[in-house]
């Protein structure tokens, strides 16, 4: 018994190890969102054209960006639905999360 338990530890502990990588490499949920208006951005804006009264849109997008990067959902779909909004796309139904 004290022979196997001995195989056991090291091969659950090599399991979890190469487990983690792969979970901890996974997009967050809002990050084909982001995706989506961006492109939807780009469209409307060739070569992160600014025109005038554009900069807090494109600030909304940046905050959507970072937000989604540090796992904050719903204050990255609010931020997506300022841009939605001005590119007249449909806004994600609250509640976010």
């Known amino acids: 018994m004290f022979n196997k338990l001995t195989l056991a530890i090291p091969a659950l502990a090599l399991a979890i190890g ?14 084909d969102d982001v995706a989506q208006v961006q492109a939807a951005w780009d469209a409307m804006y060739p070569m992160a054209m600014q025109t005038n009264g554009n900069q807090g849109i494109a600030d909304a997008l940046r905050m959507a960006k970072q ?6 959902t719903v204050a990255a779909q609010q931020y997506l639905n300022v841009v939605r909004s001005h590119l007249d796309m449909p806004q994600h139904p609250a509640p976010h999360n």
């Open 18 to 31: 190469f487990g983690a990588p792969a979970f901890a490499a996974s997009p967050a949920p809002c990050a």
């Open 67 to 72: 937000k989604c990067q540090e796992g904050d």
